[in-house]
């Protein structure tokens, strides 16, 4: 009789649409974070919700220390979103980002200042009020230029903002946990523009997430994405 394949064996040969460097970063920093955990259940919940994955993505930033920062409180070119997705966020930093906005339903939010803001920002102070729910996606985005921040913001080309390395890492550990985890369990992404407009809405959770979730080729683009933009830089 074979042997049925631990977590840590699915991991191993998993493929994640990433560059060849950044998805052995990621595996092991997803294996190392599975290899930690006591109850498999538990570690394949959060390979599957992404919480894995993004644990790998927030070490490797806390690794970084980026020099000559623009990034200041109620700076939010950023926060000004192109098309209607936002961005790709995992399943729990869905939850987490719509638990931390659902108490603000009803009132302005960041489309009162500006029609494509992200529904989590404040029109007044144009901070994020969803902060520490933030998704990785927001947290590795910086920039030494405001003003190229704003120009890009306006469909302009500028050098000065950028996507930092974790980004691409945790990228990368969702393909390897959505690889990893084929015909177990689903692992779902989500647009982060419809998770906060829910949100604020006063949509369920459910119902929020329904309307947010992707389709599975979107990971898959923005993998090719992200392979495109490490190849350039
Ligand atoms: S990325 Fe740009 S717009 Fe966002 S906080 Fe930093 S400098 Fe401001
Ligand atoms: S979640 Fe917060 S930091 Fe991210 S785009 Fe929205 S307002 Fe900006």
Do not use: N
């Amino acid at each position: 009789m074979s042997k049925t394949p631990t977590l840590s064996d699915r991991l191993s040969k998993a493929r994640s649409g990433s560059a060849p460097d950044v998805t052995e970063r990621a595996r092991r920093g997803v294996m190392a974070y599975v290899g930690a955990q006591t109850d498999v259940g538990r570690a394949t919940r959060d390979l599957a919700d992404g919480t894995a994955a993004t644990g790998v993505g927030r070490v490797a930033l806390s690794g970084l220390s980026p020099q000559g920062l623009a990034c200041a409180d109620g700076c939010a070119f950023c926060c000004i979103l192109s098309g209607s997705d936002g961005g790709t966020i995992t399943e729990a930093e869905a939850v987490a980002l719509h638990t931390a906005l659902a108490p603000l339903a009803g009132q302005p939010d960041g489309r009162a200042w500006h029609p494509k803001a992200c529904p989590s920002l404040d029109p007044e102070t144009r901070s994020c009020r969803a902060y520490d729910a933030r998704p990785m996606i927001c947290r590795a985005y910086v920039s030494t230029d405001a003003e190229a921040c704003k120009a890009v913001s306006e469909g302009r080309a500028a050098s000065g903002p950028g996507t930092l390395g974790p980004y691409h890492t945790y990228l990368a550990a969702i393909g390897l946990s959505r690889a990893a985890l084929k015909g177990v369990k689903r692992v779902a992404t989500y647009a982060l523009s419809k998770v906060a407009a829910g949100a604020v809405q006063g949509a369920s959770l459910e119902d929020t997430l329904a309307a947010a979730r992707h389709a599975p080729s979107e990971l898959e683009a923005e993998l090719k994405r992200s392979k495109r933009d490490l190849s350039r830089a």
